[in-house]
């Protein structure tokens, strides 16, 4: 976008623009707006069949979907920031003009780990071919309870566990009941039941038991 100066604005006289000389100045911002996309599936009768035939869809829809991939990885993204499924609902009302209840993105959220479930246990495979594994575990409050964020990582990946237990129960469904490599972890003693080829500490932590 290009302006101009029309007059001097100590004067009033006349300018002369030099068109190769000008300052710039960048604005970043973003666009709000909701886009609708209506799909008219054509459809034939198939004479040596005897029924009906429709095309296959270009995009990844299905008949009873009215909201579109990008307005479901938003909402999944929101309920990852930790933002309450009305809340999300709220934004969604409020800023896009989409009118959805908080079980929509409830049944989305499930849709997405649905889908993801086979690159979860990609990651899982990987953690447990690791020569070498970290892992860690957190209090983690989901839906006002207690329950315990696991996380084991490698240096390619990292695959983190939700569970009520923060007992070796965990850390067998994730390692397997024998891990031939080395599990690198703090003092808790969950770690202690593993069949391990080797068990190392976390330095700090033994520093700071000293």
Not at 80 to 89: D, N, Q, S
Not at 123 to 150: F, M, Y
Request: net charge positive; with cysteine.
């Amino acid at each position: 976008m290009d302006s101009y100066p029309d007059r001097c604005d100590k004067c009033g006289g006349q300018i002369k623009v030099y068109e190769k000389s000008f300052d710039k100045h960048v604005v970043e911002d973003i666009e709000i707006k909701k886009k609708v996309t209506c799909y008219r599936l054509h459809y034939g009768y198939c004479k040596q069949c005897k029924k009906l035939v429709y095309p296959k869809a270009k995009e990844p829809i299905l008949a009873s979907d009215r909201i579109g991939v990008q307005a479901r990885s938003v909402g999944g993204y929101l309920r990852y920031l930790g933002l309450p499924y009305r809340k999300t609902a709220k934004i969604f009302q409020d800023i896009f003009g989409l009118n959805l209840t908080h079980p929509s993105f409830l049944a989305f959220n499930t849709e997405q780990a649905q889908n993801g479930a086979p690159v979860y246990e990609g990651i899982k495979e990987s953690i447990r071919h690791s020569p070498c594994v970290n892992a860690d575990e957190t209090g983690w409050r989901v839906n006002g309870q207690n329950h315990w964020l696991w996380v084991f990582t490698n240096k390619d990946v990292a695959l983190y566990q939700m569970d009520k237990s923060r007992g070796s129960k965990v850390v067998d469904n994730i390692l397997g009941k024998e891990y031939h490599g080395v599990l690198i972890s703090d003092l808790y003693s969950a770690y202690n039941q593993l069949q391990a080829l080797a068990c190392k500490r976390c330095l700090g932590h033994l520093l700071a038991k000293d």
